[in-house]
Nanobody, 124 residues
Framework: QVQLVESGGGLVQAGGSLRLSCAAS????????MGWFRQAPGEEREFVAC????????YYADSVKGRFTIFRDNAKNTVHLQMNSLKLEDTGVYYC?????????????????WGQGTLVTVSS
């Protein structure tokens, strides 16, 4: 079992930055692939970024590549999403997810555990 709690969302102007955090409890975190997804109003949930168990491999959606960075601290059971140069289209609820098989990846169906989400609103 892995319980996930996101924090760090809020209102930010376009061009600004936010850091999202996801605190995990449960012994499976250090062996889980981790991902961030988001859902804009009226849209489907979409992949944002993921990181391997070791943290050495990362993958990003094209829309956020070069602006967002995912990183994890297995000693503290946390994973973060640093978001820079935010755009209006980055607005949405951001979810942290864990795949205890360790694979992770871009497909949401692979993730067994999800946080409740944190709202990011980018204004002009």
């Amino acid at each position: 079992q892995v319980q996930l709690v996101e924090s760090g969302g809020g209102l930010v102007q376009a061009g600004g930055s936010l850091r999202l955090s996801c605190a995990a409890s449960g012994r499976s975190f250090s062996t889980s692939g981790m991902g961030w997804f988001r859902q804009a109003p009226g849209e489907e949930r979409e992949f944002v970024a993921c990181m391997s168990v070791s943290g050495r491999s990362t993958y990003y959606a094209d829309s956020v590549k070069g602006r967002f960075t995912i990183f994890r601290d297995n000693a503290k059971n946390t994973v973060h999403l640093q978001m820079n140069s935010l755009k209006l289209e980055d607005t949405g609820v951001y979810y942290c997810a864990a795949d205890p098989t360790g694979y992770g990846g871009t497909d949401s169906v692979r993730y067994r555990y999800w946080g409740q989400g944190t709202l990011v609103t980018v204004s002009s």
